[in-house]
């Protein structure tokens, strides 16, 4: 009895008590993972649009170095922060400079905060939902006679022609003057956030509805 008790009692110790102080060190780590550009977290973002909800991925990743573009559609799966940094590269000053893109969207985030006292994540997120157009027109040929019809925008396609309005506002606005990027860009999306009519993407969405309610 004693000879076996002794054997048992010093292989039980140590390893008991050796995973206890990793357990900290592990929580840390997730925390920093869900921060998008170290500063903002993503893992409480509300959406008000149950429509685009799948459509519009939010994650700490900002570069997936195009790891979405094997497969189509597969860009929903991607962070709509990096749909919209590739977004901004779609114009002749910046196109394949993903780096300077970057910059803009992390600068203009920080002026977002600075004037919403919000989440620019968050702010994003309601700029797109207020951003995409629920109709728009197709042209229908009945005999040699163009048509136009109205039809139901599907949710992918409102997500990409929000980033897309939102991308041309920021250029629109910052070509040519002494507004920043940046600056352009957080206007964008405090304004669409808001939904106001005198902001670019929530301009445009309202032209294309209006038109398409003329075509029903």
Known sequence: MSESESESEPE??????????????DEEEATE????????????????DPSTKR????????HTMGRHADKQFKK??????????NRLMQTD??????????RIVRDAFEIVHERTEENPVQVLVRAVEN?????????????????????????QRRVDQALKFLAQGTRSA????????????????????DYDLQTYAISQKEEKERVAAAAR
């Open 55 to 62: 459509y519009i991925t939010v994650t700490p990743v900002a």
């Open 33 to 48: 993972r869900a921060l998008l550009f170290g500063v903002w977290d993503v893992s409480d973002i509300e959406y008000r």
């Open 76 to 85: 929903s799966e991607i962070s709509v922060v990096e749909r919209l940094i």
């Open 131 to 155: 951003s995409g157009p629920r109709e728009e027109t197709v042209r229908l040929k009945y005999g040699g006679i163009s048509v136009p019809k109205a039809v139901d925008v599907a949710p």
């Open 174 to 193: 910052s070509h040519k003057t002494t507004t920043t990027a940046a600056e352009a860009l957080a206007r964008q999306l405090v304004g669409a956030a």
């Open 12 to 25: 039980q110790d140590p390893e008991s008590e050796a995973p206890e102080p990793d357990a900290p060190v």
């Open 93 to 102: 000053e910046n196109t394949g400079k993903k780096q300077l893109a970057t």
